[in-house]
């Protein structure tokens, strides 16, 4: 059973003298045995501890912080409001190198979240709590990377009922709609409420899309697996948080026009 992240950091010195320890950097464990003038027993399972908890990770005999580790370190005037926000298990077990560093460092502004965990058949079901405040807002704004056969048709439903659709797609999911949907696409650039723009770079993450009452985030694992469960935020500073994030990729992406 894990234990809560605050007590992880704060109720073991040596935890804690580790993870300062690895703030500017991998170490080898006999630095960590020399510096914190303990032996190989005792401090291994500490380190576990932190392992489990998704700090630190290690190759052969060197350790390094994770970059949840990174974030928490680096940010000790701020770790209880960090702590409060994060669900650890689901940030840990998920890739979020797609953030930039000033957001990353305020990932805390995002607040708690509910985690969605869709039955296999609904993979494809849009949400519909968020899918009904769309519908009554001014604006939607997506980035994706993943293909869903009936989005183009959501964002037809919305702008029917003069709603502005923002829309970033990775330039992979780009040139797949384009081949199969190509006739919709071009209907749709000819509306002034739909905004459509490529990414050319690489987008590590499934979808990230927000209204004026919530913020979706569905990530891919350290791994690089896809994931099903995505997560549902509503707070005013989460929604703001996602606008930059939106702006960061838009800056990069390139405006879908006169096909």
Same mark, same amino acid.
Request: aromatic share 8%; glycine share 2%; charged share 25%.
């Given at each position: 059973m894990k234990k809560p992240l605050?007590?992880?950091l704060f109720m073991s010195e040596k935890r804690k003298g580790v993870l300062l320890l690895l703030q500017?950097?991998?170490?080898?464990?006999?630095?960590?045995?020399?510096?914190?003038?303990?032996?190989?027993?005792?401090? /291994?399972?500490?380190?576990?501890? @932190?392992?489990?908890? %998704?700090?630190?990770? !290690?190759?052969?005999?060197?350790?390094e912080l994770t970059m949840i580790g990174k974030l928490?370190?680096?940010?000790?005037?701020?770790? /209880?409001?960090?702590?409060?926000? @994060?669900?650890?298990? %689901?940030?840990?077990? !998920?890739?979020?190198?797609?953030?930039?560093?000033?957001l990353l460092k305020r990932i805390d502004e995002i607040g708690k979240c509910e985690l969605i965990n869709p039955l296999i058949t609904d993979i494809y079901a849009f949400n519909n709590q968020f899918h009904g405040?769309?519908?009554?807002?001014?604006?939607?704004?997506?980035?994706?990377?993943?293909?869903?056969?009936?989005?183009?048709?959501?964002?037809?439903?919305l702008i029917s009922?003069?709603?502005?659709f923002y829309l970033i797609s990775s330039s992979e999911l780009h040139d797949r709609v384009m081949k199969e949907k190509y006739s919709e696409v071009v209907k749709l650039t000819q509306n002034k409420l739909a905004h459509l723009f490529v990414y050319p770079k690489t987008m590590p993450f499934q979808f990230i899309s927000f209204?004026?009452?919530h913020i979706m985030l569905s990530l891919l694992k350290n791994n690089g697996e896809p994931d099903i469960n995505y997560i549902?935020?509503?707070?005013?500073?989460?929604?703001?948080w996602g606008k930059e994030l939106f702006e960061y990729y838009l800056k990069d992406s390139t405006p879908v026009t006169d096909l």
């Open positions: 605050l007590e992880v500017d950097g991998e170490k080898e464990m006999k630095f960590l045995l020399s510096t914190l003038n303990t032996t190989r027993q005792a401090l /291994l399972p500490q380190i576990r501890i @932190l392992e489990e908890h %998704y700090l630190v990770s !290690h190759s052969k005999d060197s350790y928490i370190v680096d940010n000790m005037a701020s770790v /209880l409001n960090i702590v409060e926000a @994060l669900d650890i298990d %689901y940030w840990g077990n !998920h890739d979020i190198s797609f953030m930039p560093p000033h405040y769309s519908r009554n807002s001014k604006y939607v704004y997506m980035i994706t990377s993943v293909y869903h056969p009936d989005a183009l048709e959501l964002i037809a439903d009922n003069n709603i502005n209204n004026e009452c549902l935020c509503e707070s005013k500073n989460a929604l703001e």
